[in-house]
């Protein structure tokens, strides 16, 4: 079970109820505390939700335990951590490898691996809370959380400009668009690969951000920010500018340098609202994106 605290320290008056939504907590959740086996204390007595807080208090949650999907089962596996807390698993997600399961498939994912793991490390919760997954081949930081109330905290943040999210892309060729530049262009689902994406005007509206970090003699370095997050946005934007990545073949890259698409994860920074401080947290490039970057140098 895991417990939260905090300190009321005004003569304001509120109930309990207000008080725990300004903390963060969404009305589902109150109700999984509510009709769960959550617990509230303030003071070291338990309360309920109408409970009136007149004075300074301290206020303490204990979640009440969640029940994962039957469909994620631990299987181990390697899981390259990057940081961890009570609430924040962040890992490095290798290339060839789905980031949870495909029910119509029997191979592993990432999160099968990180199930497994927080079993073995015996944490609070073996429940999978994925933010915001990668692509199968695409490689880098990829955020876990440990509970639904974490969860809601960081997963409303990508609404904000707090979170930031950089990739690292290599494209063929010579790179004659500006040398840094947005492309503001809706996304919707390919009418002839219903698994694959394309700029449409029925899609909905994606952004991407994208700076010139080297050329090199036959392929170009970018960086990538996504204000979006639509389903493979990158490699959608980057082709529809004329410039598929390096071993997307999907979308029409060249695959003769790299046998997956040249994209990575580096950088994730978010604010963690518990700790209430930035968090960065970085990948570093696996091998065959570092042969890339020593290579073919201009």
Known sequence: MQVYRWSKNNYQTQSLRNFLEQQGFSRLELKRIKYRQGLIFVD????????QLHQPAEILVALPPEVGSKQIKPLPGPVNV?????????????????????FSKHSPSLANYVKYYLQQTQQANDVIHLVSRLDRDTSGVITFVKNSYAHHLLARQFRTTKI???????????FQAPSQGTIKEPIAID?????????SPQGKMAITNYQLVYQY????????????????????HLAYLGYPLLGDQAYGGPCDLIKRQ????????????????????EAPFPTDLQELLKSDVR
Request: glycine share 2%.
């Open 44 to 51: 070291h007595k338990q309360r309920h939700f109408n409970y």
């Open 82 to 102: 990057l940081y961890e807390d009570e609430n924040y698993l962040l890992v490095n997600k290798p290339a060839h490898l789905a980031s949870l399961p495909a």
């Open 164 to 174: 930031l999210k950089e990739y690292y892309a290599f494209v063929p060729g010579i």
């Open 191 to 199: 009418p002839d690969r219903p698994h694959f994406r394309k700029v």
């Open 217 to 236: 003699e036959h392929y170009a370095l970018l960086k990538v920010h996504l204000v979006t997050g639509r389903t493979h946005q990158i490699r959608v």
């Open 262 to 281: 040249a994209l990575h994860c580096r950088r994730f920074r978010f604010w963690d609202e518990l700790a209430q401080q930035f968090r960065t947290v």
